[in-house]
């Protein structure tokens, strides 16, 4: 059975989808082990503040920036948006991708 995190990072053909899995995947995630990719983001959205929400009659979008600690102790900036649906109380994720470092 395929995961959402699997098909979000590792089943698509899209452009943006294989960017994503080759970010992922040097930073040593796998689809073997994508357990380990849904944990990180789960740690990157407690460990790094909200740097941005976004209000819709649908619920609000939280957007965090900051580090994510892959497998291996490699560590790289990202951004991840979570959305918290009117009436619900545990956001679900929507997408991450890479950041530049601010210099």
């Known amino acids: 059975m395929t995961t959402f995190y699997e098909a979000i990072f590792f089943h698509s053909s899209t452009v943006m989808a294989v960017a994503k899995q080759n ?16 944990k990180a983001l789960l740690r990157h959205a407690d460990d790094n503040k909200v740097a941005k929400t976004e209000d819709s009659p649908f619920g609000t979008r939280y957007i965090i920036e900051g580090e994510i600690v892959a497998p291996k102790g490699k560590i790289a900036t990202i951004r991840s948006v979570w959305f918290l649906e009117t009436g619900k109380h545990i956001p679900r994720f929507v997408t991450s991708y890479p950041l530049q470092r601010r210099a």
């Open 23 to 38: 970010f992922f995947t040097k930073l040593g995630f796998t689809t073997d082990a994508w357990q380990d990719l849904a």
